[in-house]
């Protein structure tokens, strides 16, 4: 078992909603076994150059020939490999003559069905460990000069005796099996996740592994806008669009690119949800009308809020607001041609929702990708959705958007509604965006801001005594979170100097009315999430 959050348990499936495209060109395939870190592996092969796709875990050996794969990577998964209904693939992939490299699950699965056994380990491993490499792996190639390499692992289970004709080329203090390699043959296996950015040397035991896979063609980011072009002109036709837009990196990039394929036919909508943070709404106008955007502003703050009355339960506020933003869209759009909703979703939503290519487990609904009614008049239509947020950033710039604009830090889709814990209301709602805008105020003076990838407050649903001008006072506690991350698959919380918490600390206590004790989160994802709800 390779993977967190097991929440809630999903059987293994063959279905694969992403169109699969016969590629001309030499590629690395990853067999999808349900791992949060499915599309992570595939982001990190193509940030080496490298075309990678994922398939089903199921796809039958003579199938992959289609893809003209140079190399195998198998995934992690949630599952066990001797667990009842486990993955299992077509064990055709290991006489195809070409590399294989499977990453935790894939590992063990590698183990189970060549004669090694694999058990229930006494102690997981969870997070950053140490292992001790062989020099004589070329996975290792170049990383021979420290005898001890930070890795990350996740994982509840170990390989307690190799198969036959295999070596152990890494080891750490929890898993004398950290990395194996076939004796003759060009199979591999890392206990450990090298796609992750906390494995310090991973990307260079990737890079070793294409060079292994002697993969010639190269993959850039220009030829992924090129496409994406031709496939919304194709799929949209001469259908109208109307687009989801919030002023954030993503729906920004997704309205540029749907633009530049259809033109006018894209109609751009900004909704007022009511829970944005303080003068968000004129702020992302502007920004639109500076880039010649064709927006019309909606304020359905009112609406919003009346449907989140009561309502404490993350994911059906989630579901509220998903459910909601497609109501206004569709009353807008109503009588109207429109065909299609335009969303800025990524690939980590898609993943934390729900799996549509592997067994993966359900973290959390997001509002563009979980709270989608099963019956919607207008289809979906999501350019991004293949892609991670530092990708989504470099496009931008590819296709000239302004810099301030791409480096806004991430804010969620359903807004302040899951950064206050517990029931929303106008008190909570104002409480939590004038601590925002302080906490936001003061790291943006600091030298941190361009550093940290996330940084906001939340305001929980707990009340402590404290003592505020000789009185007594029984109020709200307001969190602090700040985090660094590449791919907002893994973070981990910034070190933020004593100073400036100290300073965040005060000012909110002092000025915020309603709240008298501060506290910050230092749980890094995972575990955690990076937000809270």
């Known amino acids: 078992m390779c993977t967190m959050f097991l929440y809630q348990?999903?059987?293994?499936?063959?279905?694969?909603?992403?169109?699969?495209?016969?590629?001309?060109?030499?590629?690395?395939?990853?067999?999808?076994?349900?791992?949060?870190?499915?599309?992570?592996?595939?982001?990190?092969?193509?940030e080496l150059g490298v075309y990678s796709q994922i398939i089903p875990f199921s796809t039958p050996a003579e199938k992959i020939k289609e893809f003209n794969a140079k190399g195998i990577i198998l995934s992690g998964s949630p599952y066990s490999v001797y667990q009842k209904g486990a993955p299992k693939p077509d064990n055709g992939i290991f006489s195809l003559g070409i590399p294989v490299l499977g990453i935790c699950y894939g590992m063990q699965y590698i183990t189970n069905t060549m004669g090694g056994v694999v058990q229930r380990s006494k102690q997981r491993e969870y997070g950053r460990a140490e292992v001790e490499i062989s020099c004589k792996s070329p996975l290792f190639r170049d990383m021979c000069g420290d005898a001890r390499h930070t890795v990350w692992m996740s994982h509840s289970d170990r390989i307690e005796r190799i198969p036959a004709e295999f070596e152990i080329i890494a080891s750490s203090a929890n898993s004398p099996v950290a990395a194996f390699q076939h004796t003759t043959r060009p199979i591999f296996g890392l206990q450990f996740h090298p796609e992750v950015s906390h494995t310090v040397e991973g990307m260079r035991i990737l890079g070793n592994f294409i060079q292994r896979c002697n993969v010639t063609q190269k993959w850039n980011l220009g030829e992924f806008i090129d496409t994406a072009i031709n496939d919304i002109k194709s799929t949209v036709g001469e259908d109208l669009v109307i687009g989801a837009i919030s002023g954030g990196v993503d729906s920004t990039v997704a309205s540029v690119i749907t633009q530049r394929a259809i033109g006018n036919r894209l109609k751009l909508l900004f909704i007022n949800n009511g829970l944005l943070r303080e003068n968000e709404s004129e702020e992302v106008m502007a920004v639109f009308k500076s880039m010649q955007l064709n927006v019309r502003y909606v304020d359905a703050s009112g609406v919003f809020l009346n449907r989140l009355k009561h309502v404490t339960d993350p994911e059906k506020k989630r579901k509220i607001i998903g459910k909601t933003f497609i109501d206004v869209f569709e009353k807008y759009a109503s009588g109207k041609a429109f065909k299609w909703l335009l969303q800025g979703t990524l690939y980590p939503d898609v993943i934390e929702s729900t799996s549509h290519i592997g067994p993966s487990q359900t973290i959390k609904s997001h509002h563009n990708v979980g709270g989608l009614p099963s019956r919607m008049r207008l289809k979906v239509l999501e350019p991004l959705r293949l892609l991670f947020k530092d990708e989504v950033r470099s496009i931008g710039g590819i296709l000239g958007i302004p810099g301030h604009i791409l480096s806004r830090q991430p804010f969620p889709g359903p807004g302040l509604s899951i950064r206050i814990l517990g029931e929303i209301n106008k008190q909570h709602i104002d409480i939590l965006r004038k601590a925002d805008r302080i906490v936001r105020t003061e790291i943006e003076k600091s030298s941190f801001s361009a550093t940290l990838w996330q940084y906001f407050a939340v305001l929980l649903p707990v009340k402590t005594v404290g003592i505020m001008g000789d009185e007594r006072t029984y109020e709200n506690v307001v969190a602090i979170r700040a985090v660094n991350s590449s791919d907002a698959m893994t973070a981990d919380w910034s070190r933020l100097p004593y100073e400036l918490l100290d300073k965040l600390s005060s000012r909110i206590i002092s000025e915020v009315v309603g709240v008298n004790r501060v506290v910050y989160d230092i749980s890094s994802k995972p575990p955690s999430t990076i937000e809270w709800e």
């Open 9 to 46: 348990k999903r059987p293994p499936t063959t279905d694969w909603s992403f169109e699969q495209k016969q590629i001309m060109f030499e590629s690395i395939v990853i067999l999808d076994f349900g791992s949060q870190y499915t599309q992570l592996i595939s982001r990190r092969i193509r």
